[in-house]
């Protein structure tokens, strides 16, 4: 199954025959104008790229309904009998209605084909076809049990509406040991969302973050040209303050609008979250209709700004991942291709701008990461991040440089879980500014005798309260997208305990996070007169509009191979 010269799957493509929605037959209609054709031929086109630069075809898909995601993966299963000789496919669907639908459009594929006088049916049944020229064969069978796949290896597997398999995980372990994994094997997975958490949601979120070998895809239901209402009287006037969101978000015009209310009228009874779930307009929007999400996922995209974007005042925010090191007696940051340390905005050199360095410790080394977060005290931005395994003293040296880097910042950290060493530890360092604890119920002024964050379940709803609405008013601005994903799947898991929605899921940089914000909020107010230069005019004006700082950002990381001083 090596490469031996360039896939091409379009003319190939439209060799096939498939019935259109006015079920009548039609040659594939893979061309540009053609319905389709903007969601098949970026996946096609995925396919064709990792083909040819000779990888396993792995592709997950977070789509909207009715795009022809499935009848693509089933014409490209169909032809990869016959183009590569052996191959062995398998169609999984969550039901039997599904699977067999899904088998129909197979066999008319067969039944149609330009080609099919040159080959012979060797078995044909209502789940299987096999070629006996090629050696090849297409299984359809229901998603359920854990013997799907076992005794045979299979080189072709489309996964439908994974999102709804009643247990993936006992169905995809075996099934992924039983594909080879070599170039010309293929993978597809392909769903609508289906809320938060279990196998879809996981293997989304991980291709997503650049840690899985599948290549995510996600189709939204704007870019489909059918799915606008032409006659229409909405007007911009009559839109809500969501439509208009959304409207300036992904450039939507009213025709669209309007279909977009037709269809939450008609199809979903005026329930908006399932709408997103099933017609997505942003992969956050797919998973955000359970209910089980703790912050706000739509406030909480608005609060991302990944290194490389830029601000609303056209600043490119900036990335460098190293270490911080002590160079002649002054901390210096130095660049490290695996370096734990992630800075996107160096300290204020004036020292005016006031910081606050948060963690979240772990109980030992091979448990939960730990966790350090950097926020600027006036504007909430994330400035700095640390995750790792660390030791309380080795913790504790990490908080502690970054707490005198960044102009002797409030340090704060849960005493829980090995905090209680690490805040001794800090105590030897001789590192200022330890927060005191204090209680929800009392006044804020009023400090404790202990130092470091507790948590229990009263601060930790408190915290996540003040987090989650910070969030919902766009108070915050997040940088790293570790601490972005994991609070996208930070959730309610029995209606009173709160925690990440996957079984590998860590809270580290949610907590941390939640502990930064506490700090700020329960110290005393920003000085803006000593960070300004200005008396109290406009300082809401500036807590408001969140300025960008009077420093530079660092620049973007360049992949160096090696480390290096950061001048």
Same mark, same amino acid.
């Given at each position: 199954?090596?490469?031996?010269?360039?896939?091409?799957?379009?003319?190939?493509?439209?060799?096939? @025959?498939?019935?259109?929605?006015?079920?009548?037959?039609?040659?594939?209609?893979?061309?540009?104008?053609?319905?389709?054709?903007?969601?098949?031929?970026?996946?096609?086109?995925?396919?064709?790229?990792?083909?040819?630069?000779?990888?396993?075809?792995?592709?997950?898909?977070?789509?909207?309904?009715?795009?022809?995601?499935?009848?693509?993966?089933?014409?490209?299963?169909?032809?990869?009998?016959?183009?590569?000789?052996?191959?062995?496919?398998?169609?999984?669907?969550?039901?039997?209605? =599904?699977?067999?639908?899904?088998?129909?459009?197979?066999?008319?594929?067969?039944?149609?084909?330009?080609?099919?006088?040159?080959?012979?049916?060797?078995?044909?049944?209502?789940?299987?076809?096999?070629?006996?020229?090629?050696?090849?064969?297409?299984? $359809?069978?229901?998603?359920?049990?854990?013997?799907?796949?076992?005794?045979?290896? $299979?080189?072709?597997?489309?996964?439908?509406?994974?999102?709804?398999?009643?247990?993936?995980?006992?169905?995809?372990?075996?099934?992924?040991?039983?594909?080879?994994?070599?170039?010309?094997?293929?993978?597809?997975?392909?769903?609508?969302?289906?809320?938060?958490?279990?196998?879809?949601?996981?293997?989304?979120?991980?291709? &997503?973050?650049?840690?899985?070998?599948? $290549?995510?895809?996600?189709?939204?239901?704007?870019?489909?040209?059918?799915?606008?209402?032409?006659?229409? =009287?909405?007007?911009?006037?009559?839109?809500?303050?969501?439509?208009?969101?959304?409207?300036?978000?992904?450039?939507?015009?009213?025709?669209?609008?309007?279909?977009?209310?037709?269809?939450?009228?008609?199809?979903?009874?005026?329930?908006?979250?399932?709408?997103?779930?099933?017609?997505?307009?942003?992969?956050?929007?797919?998973?955000?209709?359970?209910?089980?999400?703790?912050?706000?996922?739509?406030?909480?995209?608005?609060?991302?700004?990944?290194?490389?974007?830029?601000?609303?005042?056209?600043?490119?925010?900036?990335?460098?991942?190293?270490?911080?090191?002590?160079?002649?007696?002054?901390?210096?940051?130095?660049?490290?291709?695996?370096?734990?340390?992630?800075?996107?905005?160096?300290?204020?050199?004036?020292?005016?701008?006031?910081?606050? $360095?948060?963690?979240?410790?772990?109980?030992?080394?091979?448990?939960?990461?730990?966790?350090?977060?950097?926020?600027?005290?006036?504007?909430?931005?994330?400035?700095?991040?640390?995750?790792?395994?660390?030791?309380? =003293?080795?913790?504790?040296?990490?908080?502690?440089?970054?707490?005198?880097?960044?102009?002797?910042?409030?340090?704060?950290?849960?005493?829980?879980?090995?905090?209680?060493?690490?805040?001794?530890?800090?105590?030897?360092?001789?590192?200022?500014?330890?927060?005191?604890?204090?209680?929800?119920?009392?006044?804020?002024?009023?400090?404790?005798?202990?130092?470091?964050? @507790?948590?229990?379940?009263?601060?930790?709803?408190?915290?996540?309260?003040?987090?989650?609405?910070?969030?919902?008013?766009?108070?915050?601005?997040?940088?790293?997208?570790?601490?972005?994903?994991?609070?996208? &799947?930070?959730?309610?898991?029995?209606?009173?305990?709160?925690?990440?929605?996957?079984?590998?899921?860590?809270?580290?940089?949610?907590?941390?996070?939640?502990?930064?914000?506490?700090?700020?909020?329960?110290?005393?107010?920003?000085?803006?007169?000593?960070?300004?230069?200005?008396?109290?005019?406009?300082?809401?004006?500036?807590?408001?509009?969140?300025?960008?700082?009077?420093?530079?950002?660092?620049?973007?990381?360049?992949?160096?191979?090696?480390?290096?001083?950061?001048?």
């Amino acid at each position: 199954m090596q490469p031996r010269k360039k896939l091409n799957l379009f003319p190939w493509m439209r060799t096939l @025959s498939i019935k259109n929605k006015d079920a009548k037959l039609e040659r594939f209609p893979l061309y540009e104008g053609s319905e389709f054709y903007w969601a098949q031929s970026v996946f096609l086109r995925e396919v064709e790229r990792q083909y040819n630069a000779g990888k396993p075809i792995r592709i997950i898909v977070l789509k909207c309904r009715q795009i022809g995601i499935s009848t693509a993966t089933e014409g490209l299963l169909f032809l990869w009998s016959f183009l590569f000789p052996g191959t062995n496919s398998l169609v999984l669907s969550k039901d039997r209605e =599904n699977t067999e639908t899904i088998f129909e459009m197979t066999k008319l594929m067969w039944d149609t084909w330009a080609f099919k006088s040159l080959f012979t049916t060797s078995r044909k049944s209502s789940r299987r076809l096999s070629f006996e020229e090629t050696l090849s064969n297409i299984r $359809v069978a229901t998603a359920k049990g854990d013997q799907v796949g076992r005794g045979t290896t $299979v080189r072709a597997v489309h996964g439908s509406e994974v999102a709804f398999w009643e247990d993936p995980d006992a169905i995809m372990g075996p099934l992924t040991e039983a594909i080879p994994h070599k170039p010309g094997t293929i993978i597809v997975l392909e769903s609508t969302a289906n809320g938060v958490g279990g196998f879809f949601y996981e293997t989304w979120m991980a291709a &997503e973050r650049g840690e899985s070998e599948y $290549v995510p895809l996600f189709f939204p239901w704007w870019r489909h040209s059918e799915y606008q209402v032409k006659k229409h =009287n909405l007007t911009p006037r009559m839109l809500t303050e969501k439509e208009k969101a959304l409207a300036e978000r992904f450039d939507l015009n009213l025709a669209q609008l309007a279909w977009r209310r037709r269809k939450i009228r008609t199809t979903f009874n005026g329930d908006e979250d399932l709408f997103d779930q099933e017609y997505p307009a942003s992969p956050e929007m797919a998973f955000l209709s359970t209910g089980r999400n703790v912050f706000d996922l739509e406030s909480l995209a608005d609060c991302y700004l990944a290194p490389g974007a830029a601000n609303k005042a056209g600043q490119v925010v900036g990335v460098t991942r190293g270490r911080l090191m002590n160079h002649g007696g002054t901390l210096k940051l130095y660049h490290e291709p695996k370096g734990e340390l992630l800075v996107f905005k160096t300290p204020d050199p004036s020292g005016r701008i006031k910081y606050v $360095v948060a963690a979240d410790p772990a109980r030992t080394t091979e448990g939960d990461p730990c966790c350090i977060q950097v926020l600027r005290r006036d504007t909430l931005e994330q400035v700095a991040v640390w995750h790792g395994w660390a030791t309380q =003293n080795v913790l504790a040296e990490e908080i502690a440089n970054l707490a005198h880097w960044y102009n002797d910042a409030i340090v704060n950290c849960e005493i829980e879980g090995g905090g209680g060493g690490v805040i001794a530890v800090l105590q030897h360092l001789g590192v200022p500014n330890i927060w005191r604890w204090r209680l929800p119920d009392r006044p804020l002024h009023k400090r404790g005798n202990v130092l470091g964050w @507790s948590t229990n379940f009263k601060t930790k709803s408190w915290g996540i309260g003040q987090l989650q609405h910070y969030i919902s008013k766009r108070q915050l601005m997040l940088h790293d997208a570790t601490t972005y994903h994991a609070l996208r &799947e930070y959730v309610n898991i029995d209606g009173v305990e709160m925690g990440p929605a996957g079984r590998d899921g860590h809270d580290d940089s949610v907590m941390a996070l939640m502990i930064a914000l506490m700090t700020t909020i329960t110290e005393d107010p920003v000085n803006y007169a000593e960070i300004y230069g200005m008396g109290q005019l406009a300082i809401d004006q500036i807590r408001a509009e969140q300025p960008a700082a009077n420093y530079d950002p660092v620049e973007l990381e360049m992949d160096t191979g090696g480390w290096g001083e950061i001048e």
